[in-house]
Nanobody, 119 residues
């Protein structure tokens, strides 16, 4: 069982910035792909971004490409999501994902952190 603890959520103004963190209860994230998903009220959970181990190649949803950046610190077992220029439509609960697959599922999920973007 892997525990994921997200932090950094809150209220941010549109055009500002916010950084989410997710710490995993593993010694290292080496060889682990990590990701972020989100779920807005009344909507299904959707893929936001993922980062592979090794070279750290990244994948982003079109809606956040160019604004959000996912990164990782394997030694700290932590993955980050830097949210720049957020928009009101980015308001959602953001979930950290351990070994996401096909932009739909994951082996483990965090409890989620609320991000609210005000206009």
């Amino acid at each position: 069982q892997v525990q994921l603890v997200e932090s950094g959520g809150g209220l941010v103004q549109a055009g500002g910035s916010l950084r989410l963190s997710c710490k995993a209860s593993v010694r290292t994230l080496t060889m682990i792909t990590m990701g972020w998903f989100r779920q807005a009220p009344g909507k299904e959970r959707e893929f936001v971004a993922s980062i592979r181990w090794g070279g750290g190649s990244t994948d982003y949803a079109d809606s956040v490409k160019g604004r959000f950046t996912i990164s990782r610190d394997d030694a700290r077992s932590t993955v980050y999501l830097q949210m720049n220029n957020p928009k009101p439509e980015d308001t959602a609960v953001y979930y950290c994902a351990f070994r996401p697959r096909n932009r739909e599922s994951a082996d483990y999920w965090g409890q989620g952190t609320q991000v609210t973007v005000s206009s």
